[in-house]
């Protein structure tokens, strides 16, 4: 499942094909589902056009575990680099990809998110930090508590803000900002999580994460939403 503002920008670089089915909340749909022939999983591209308030999360991640009966999970969000807490301060065009895992991350990341020098582009999500109130936090928590047995792995990009809590109410559809984008990764840094996505359920991807023919030429954000290195939490 990916979820928001990485989720939709990961969509864009796949070719997902046509869309098989949806996911509704109240007669308002949340989720796109497809099967795309070079993947053995099912995808869902999840509150790209309406976020679920926090209410909603739990039920939402219980009925997508129900329904898809899925032995393992691999889950793609953001994480906000202002609020990150750190034991050093970290630039925001410096802050690699994290991860967290209900479980042993499948080899192939574990691999992947080794250190070969001084620097790495992944890194584990550690505590104090904390993923809340999102859907993906919902769905890692319920399955860690309630469902032992299956394996979830959240990986999660850089964001050089914080997000609005989540709404109150559930609002409409709103698909005038789908061909929009908060922020634009790296082609590096996406095509490192489409590989990481598919090692966490034990699989390689069938075909390449490509740049979206609307991105930026440089594939990152404007110098605005470039923060300065003293603009995250520290300790």
Known sequence: MASGDAG?????GCKLGEQIGGVYVDKIQVGLIFNPPWSQSTIIVSETFARLPIAFMHPYAETLVGE???SSFSLLDTYPTPTYVSSRPIAF??????????????????????????????EPFPPPNLV?????????????SRFPHLNATLLVLPFPRILPPAPKVLGNSDFSHLSDDEYQWSAGMMGIVHTLLFSAVGQKPGAPWQTPSNSKASGAASARNRAPVNDGMYI
């Open 68 to 70: 898809l009966k899925a």
């Open 93 to 122: 065009q410096d802050a690699p990809i994290r991860y967290i895992s209900t479980s042993q991350p499948n080899s192939a990341i574990v691999c992947l998110f080794c250190p070969l020098s001084t620097t790495s582009s992944s």
């Open 8 to 12: 939709k920008y990961w969509a864009k």
């Open 132 to 144: 809340h109130s999102s859907t993906s936090a919902a769905l890692l928590s319920l399955i860690a």
